[in-house]
């Protein structure tokens, strides 16, 4: 065998590992992973995407919601980035997702972000001294446990609005009629909404919380397995107008209500300073713990925040305040002043009492 025949063959090799190389790489590129990675996203101001009919947007300083960036890790290099990339966080899809397809998921974000704005527009505007009217509209399926009959037959995400032929708006009723009228076994008729479409089905009613039920003498209760979310429509003194974009989920409710009370009223509640801040909130003007906070206060620090709301530590299980000085504290963020609020009141009276910013 001759050079050239060896050289034609070792460049034959050669070519046949690249291309079996390209082809596992290729193969790798598409071959998913159960995970999901957490980073710090954006700290946004809110006066562009919060307008309060006849409100009041200025301000020298700035109020902004925060948001934790979720990504599909859909291979393996995405999984190797997120185990080498700073401030990042690996879950597992099941830890996100709860067994939720990517429909029902979907449905439960834009829920729960359309809930956080209705709630922050009670809020606001009720600190603002402002009275809202609140339509229930249907009862939101926010997940479905596995014992449910109606596990395979109802969604999340689904809106129910009659039960046995009754129209049904509110959780509280559901729950009062499923005690007083029916029993395990029993059948009952649902219509409901899913995706713009109206569907029919008929679930067998379960015993609820059989292991608490050991006393013979307290009545059983009984239900259809799911954890069931009044779905509402407000009447508005004024029109509100939120434009969220893309963010989804709860976490902004906080400093949504902020930003609707500061334009609802006069004065400059921000006193020249950039505050950031995170927390669900209620009709009640209540703030909720939210997940993702320590990536929160990275978000916030790169964006020059000054003032941190965190929502207050009250129960036992409360853990925002604790993680999220903890986290300041490991980053040496001395320049951002957390402040843990249990209430939509407590964070207007620290801006209230809060001296003007100097050299603005």
């Known amino acids: 065998m001759n050079k050239q025949q060896d050289s034609s063959r070792f460049l034959g090799k050669k070519n046949l590992r690249g291309a079996l190389l390209t082809v596992v790489f290729a193969i790798t590129f598409f071959i998913p992973t159960p995970y999901y990675i957490y980073q710090p996203g954006t700290a946004e101001e809110l006066s562009p995407k919060v307008t309060v009919e006849g409100g009041e947007k ?7 919601l925060t948001t934790v960036m979720s990504i599909k890790a859909s291979n393996i290099y995405y999984l ?31 829920h729960m972000m359309d809930t956080s704005q209705q709630n922050a527009i009670i809020a606001g505007l009720h600190s603002a001294g402002e009275e809202v009217k609140i339509d229930n509209k249907g009862i939101f399926v926010k997940s479905i446990v596995p014992a449910s009959k109606a596990a395979g037959v109802l969604e ?12 049904m708006t509110r959780a509280e009723d559901l729950i009062d009629y499923m005690n007083h009228n029916k029993k ?15 569907k029919k089905s008929t679930i067998e009613v379960v015993e609820l919380g059989v292991e608490n039920q050991t006393d013979p003498g307290v009545p059983k209760k009984v239900g ?4 069931p979310e009044n779905e509402i429509s407000l009447d508005l003194p004024r029109k509100v107008t939120i434009n969220a974009e893309d963010i989804g989920g709860p976490s902004a409710g906080l400093m949504f209500s902020l930003e609707i009370y500061s334009q609802a009223t006069k004065g400059d509640l921000t006193k020249g300073y950039r505050i950031a ?28 925040a000054e003032i941190f709301f965190s929502p207050a530590d009250v129960d036992a299980e409360d853990a925002n305040t604790k993680d999220i000085l903890d986290e300041a504290e490991k980053l040496g963020y001395k320049d951002i002043k957390v402040v843990p609020v249990a209430t939509l009141q407590e964070a207007i009276d620290y801006l209230e009492k809060l001296p003007p910013k100097t050299g603005k």
């Open 184 to 198: 395990p076994g029993d059948r009952v008729e649902l219509t409901y909404s899913r995706d713009g479409a109206t």
């Open 277 to 304: 801040g995170t927390g669900t909130m209620n009709q009640k003007g209540e703030v909720g713990q939210i997940g993702g906070i320590r990536h929160k206060i990275v978000a916030a620090h790169e964006e020059g």
């Open 224 to 227: 259809l397995g799911i954890l």
């Open 80 to 110: 190797a980035y997120g185990y080498v990339a700073p401030h990042s966080e690996l879950r597992r899809e099941e830890e996100v997702k709860q067994g939720m397809s990517d429909a029902e998921y979907e449905r439960l974000l834009k």
């Open 156 to 167: 999340v995400g689904d809106v129910i609005t009659k039960v046995d032929g009754k129209a």
């Open 58 to 64: 200025d301000e020298q300083g700035t109020l902004m």
